[in-house]
């Protein structure tokens, strides 16, 4: 059974942090592409954050890097987005996701933005201005 549960999100202000969590049941976590994303009211669903976690290798949109960071713990099953220098823009609704199930080893290892089906709940980022 799929399960993601995501937590930590909040209200803060502009240039302030927080880390969001995403526990993941071990199956969903193990040799599995996991990652972030994001949607503000009235627009599409974007891609924050990936991380194939067999190898940890991540990728970061542009619209983050050098602010955001997205790790794992293994031992916990567990995938965080440290999101540091916060911006107003960054207001939305943060959904954890995985990658459908029923993929090749080797296309789980590309983490294809259009390969994550399985969703989180979602936490709400709030930054004021």
């Known amino acids: 059974q799929v399960q993601l549960v995501e937590s930590g999100g909040g209200s803060v202000q502009a240039g302030g942090s927080l880390r969001l969590s995403c526990a993941a049941s071990k199956y969903t976590y193990n040799s599995n592409c996991m990652g972030w994303f994001r949607q503000a009211p009235g627009k599409e669903r974007e891609a924050v954050a990936t991380?194939?976690?067999?190898?940890?290798?991540?990728f970061h949109a542009d619209s983050v890097k050098g602010r955001f960071t997205i790790s794992q713990d293994s031992a916990k099953n567990t995938v965080y987005l440290q999101m540091n220098s916060l911006k107003p823009e960054d207001t939305a609704m943060y959904y954890c996701?995985?990658?459908?199930?029923?993929?090749?080893?080797?296309?789980?290892?590309?983490?294809?933005?259009?390969?994550?089906?399985?969703w989180g709940q979602g936490t709400q980022v709030t930054v004021s201005s």
């Open positions: 991380i194939y976690t067999t190898d940890g290798r991540t």
């Open positions: 996701a995985a990658v459908r199930p029923g993929l090749t080893r080797l296309r789980v290892a590309q983490c294809r933005l259009d390969d994550f089906g399985r």
